[in-house]
C-alpha cells in the first residue's frame, strides 16, 4: 500500500495559503493547492517541484458544491489519500452597514464561511473510515470581535469559529484534529507593503508576520500527539494590540 499522503490548501494564495503547501511539501506530503483561477498556480507548483516536492493545483470555486465533491473524489482516488485539510480563504472587505448590500454580504458568507462547510464536510467524509487527519480553518481577528465596517467579514468569520467548533467536538472523539488559529495582525503581503508602508516598516523588528511562521505553526499543529491537541491558536507579531 503507498505510504503517500495529501494536504489540501483551498485559497492558497501568494502568501499564506503558499507558505503552508511549500511546509508540508518539505516533508513529502503532496501537496494539492486551489485557488479560482488555475493559472495562478503555476508558480507555487513549479517552486515545489523545483524544491523536490510534489504539487497540483486546481481551478475550482470553494462555494460550489458539486466542484469541491468532485475536488475531493480526484484527489483522494488519484493522487493520495487526504490527511491534512486547510481552509485559507480571506474575504476581507471593509463597507459601513448602510453600504453593505445584500449581494457583498451574501458574497462575503458564501466565500469565508459556507465553503469552508463544504471544505470541512467532505474532509471528514474522506477521513473518518481512516480514524485520523487534520482539518485546519484559518480565522483572523474578526473572528474574535466585529469592528467599525466589518459587519459582512465579522459575521462570516465568527461563523466559521462556531463551524470550527462544532467539528472539534464531533470528531476529535474520532481521530480527526480539528483547528482554529486565528491570526491577529499584518502579513507580508504586496498589499500590506504598498497600503500601509508605516507598519510594514516594522518587519525588520518583527511587526508584521511572515507567512513562513504562520506555517510552521501549522505544521506544528498537524504533528500534536492526540493527548494535547490545540484547537484555538493566536498568532500576532510582539507589537499588536489586544
Known amino acids: 500500500m503507498s505510504s503517500k499522503k495529501a494536504i489540501l490548501v483551498i485559497g492558497a494564495g501568494d502568501a499564506t495559503g503558499g507558505a503552508i503547501a511549500r511546509r508540508f511539501a518539505r516533508e513529502g506530503y503532496i501537496a494539492c493547492v486551489t485557488r479560482r483561477?488555475?493559472?495562478?498556480?503555476a508558480p507555487l507548483v513549479d517552486q515545489i517541484k523545483a524544491d523536490g516536492g510534489e504539487a497540483f493545483g486546481f481551478g475550482s470555486d470553494a462555494r460550489k458544491e458539486e466542484e469541491m465533491v468532485a475536488l475531493f473524489q480526484k484527489i483522494e482516488t488519484e493522487i493520495a489519500p487526504i490527511e491534512v485539510a486547510v481552509f485559507n480563504i480571506g474575504a476581507n472587505v471593509r463597507y459601513g452597514i448602510t453600504e453593505?448590500?445584500?449581494?457583498?454580504?451574501y458574497k462575503v458568507w458564501e466565500m469565508a464561511c459556507f465553503g469552508g462547510f463544504l471544505m470541512g464536510r467532505?474532509?471528514?467524509?474522506a477521513m473518518l473510515p481512516r480514524g485520523r487527519g487534520t482539518i485546519i480553518f484559518t480565522g483572523a481577528t474578526a473572528s474574535l470581535r466585529?469592528?467599525?465596517?466589518?459587519?459582512?467579514?465579522?459575521?462570516?468569520?465568527?461563523?466559521?469559529?462556531?463551524?470550527?467548533?462544532?467539528?472539534a467536538r464531533e470528531l476529535w472523539p474520532k481521530g480527526i484534529h480539528v483547528a482554529h488559529p486565528v491570526i491577529d495582525g499584518a502579513i507580508d503581503t504586496e498589499f500590506i507593503r504598498s497600503t500601509f508602508p508605516e507598519r510594514y516598516a516594522t518587519k525588520d523588528q518583527g511587526g508584521i508576520i511572515n507567512p513562513d511562521s504562520i506555517a510552521e505553526a501549522y505544521w506544528q499543529l498537524h504533528m500534536q500527539p492526540r493527548d494535547a491537541w490545540t484547537h484555538e491558536l493566536e498568532i500576532r507579531p510582539w507589537l499588536e494590540t489586544w
Not at 37 to 41: G, N, P, V
Open 122 to 125: 467532505e474532509a471528514a467524509k
Open 100 to 105: 453593505t448590500t445584500a449581494r457583498v454580504y
Open 146 to 167: 466585529g469592528r467599525d465596517g466589518f459587519a459582512a467579514f465579522a459575521g462570516a468569520k465568527h461563523a466559521l469559529r462556531a463551524l470550527a467548533q462544532s467539528m
Open 37 to 41: 483561477s488555475e493559472d495562478k498556480l
